[in-house]
Each structure stands twice: as structure tokens, then as C-alpha cells.
T-cell receptor
């Protein structure tokens, strides 16, 4: 069964704006990860946040985790055309990583 | 991290035939996984490829349909057998290395179209 559920399913923003995607999950986790997938290619690992962390940064990426609400958000600041991709959250469970359905992000020129 | 390659990158196959997908890693890894991603969908884990023993399949996937080999710590194959149009998907290999089980690295995927 799928653990993570991203919201929104699709998002279109102007280049330069910030993009925020959310992920909700159902059971306790040790960590949560965000991945990017460009146009049906392999997934690229973006960032991992542990259950005892609340916020993490990596370049233009900011991830938050609220374990009480079982939710995480991914913020991409100053978006670029190259950020157009699908973004997936993934949670650990039963010795394997379970992926959400993803958010399709489209950056408009 | 690891550099992962998959062959073929894409293929078009006739129903009833079989296709073997190869996954090669540039370094030894502890775990290798095979995922399927149907059009517009998320990733679904097919199985964990175990070195020297039978793969561990997820619910809904069976060895007769998706035989998997993993002869060593850097290589695995997934065969999609007796294909039907419903098998049209992207098949992705991923690995976990000695860096820990928290982060998986993915191959570029194999895009399969079954006619």
C-alpha cells in the first residue's frame, strides 16, 4: 500500500516564483525523502529528513517535517525551467521505501 | 553514491514475447530493487533482488511473470515474461549501498511498450 500522498497532483508556476509541494503519510517513519523525476527518466534523490528533524535545506530546496501531522513539505525557491519535473516523497517502512503518487511541477517561462 | 546503467533504455515488443532488462552498477551494493512505473503513475516495487538466492516479490508480482537474477553484487536482470499491453511501463532498477539503507539510487529506467 502507498504510504505517501503528494498534494497538489499538478502545479504550474511562473519562473522565478516559489513552488511548494506537500506530502502526507499514514504510519510512523524513520525518515522521509524527496525525489525528482524528469520526463519518465530515473529518479534523482534530492534530500532526506529524519524523523527527529523539523527542517532541512539544500541549495534552493527547503524541506519541513511535522511528525505530529504526518506531513512534509518541499519548497523550491526561485524556480527555474529546469525544475520542471515530477516530485515524489518516499517514506521508509518494512525495510523498503514506499513512494507517493507525485506532484507534476511545470515552470512557465 | 553509485552510477547505474540499464539496458535496453527502451524497447517495443510484441505480446507473448519476453524481454530481459539488465542493471549494472559501477560498485558493489548491498541491495538491488526492481520497480515498475506505469504511465503517469508512481513507482511500485516489484521485488528485491537477492544475491545468490531467489528474489523477494511484493504482493501481486510472481516469479513466473518477472524472473529476476542477481549473480553478484553489481549486476541484476529482470525478465518480463509473456508480455501483454498492460506490461507497458518504465522499469527501474535501484540500489542501496554501503552508505546505508536510507537512500536509494536509481538507474535511468527502461521504457517498454508492448503492442
Amino acid at each position: 500500500s502507498q504510504q505517501g500522498e503528494e498534494d497538489p497532483q499538478a502545479l504550474s508556476i511562473q519562473e522565478g516564483e516559489n513552488a511548494t509541494m506537500n506530502c502526507s503519510y499514514k504510519t510512523s517513519i524513520n525518515n522521509l525523502q524527496w525525489y525528482r523525476q524528469n520526463s519518465g527518466r530515473g529518479l534523482v534523490h534530492l534530500i532526506l529528513i529524519r524523523s527527529n528533524e523539523r527542517e532541512k535545506h539544500s541549495g534552493r530546496l527547503r524541506v519541513t517535517l511535522d511528525t505530529s501531522k504526518k506531513s512534509s513539505s518541499l519548497l523550491i525557491t526561485a524556480s527555474r525551467a529546469a525544475d520542471t519535473a515530477s516530485y515524489f516523497c518516499a517514506t521508509d517502512g518494512d525495510d523498503k521505501i514506499i513512494f507517493g503518487k507525485g506532484t507534476r511541477l511545470h515552470i512557465l517561462p | 553514491s553509485a552510477v547505474i546503467s540499464q539496458k535496453p533504455s527502451r524497447d517495443i515488443c510484441q505480446r507473448g514475447t519476453s524481454l530481459t532488462i539488465q542493471c549494472q552498477v559501477d560498485s558493489q551494493v548491498t541491495m538491488m530493487f526492481w520497480y515498475r512505473q506505469q504511465p503517469g503513475q508512481s513507482l511500485t516495487l516489484i521485488a528485491t533482488a537477492n544475491q545468490g538466492s531467489e528474489a523477494t516479490y511484493e504482493s501481486g508480482f510472481v516469479i513466473d511473470k518477472f524472473p529476476i537474477s542477481r549473480p553478484n553484487l553489481t549486476f541484476s536482470t529482470l525478465t518480463v515474461s509473456n508480455m501483454s499491453p498492460e506490461d507497458s511501463s518504465i522499469y527501474l532498477c535501484s540500489v542501496v549501498g554501503w552508505w546505508g539503507q536510507e537512500t536509494q539510487y536509481f538507474g535511468p529506467g527502461t521504457r517498454l511498450l508492448v503492442l
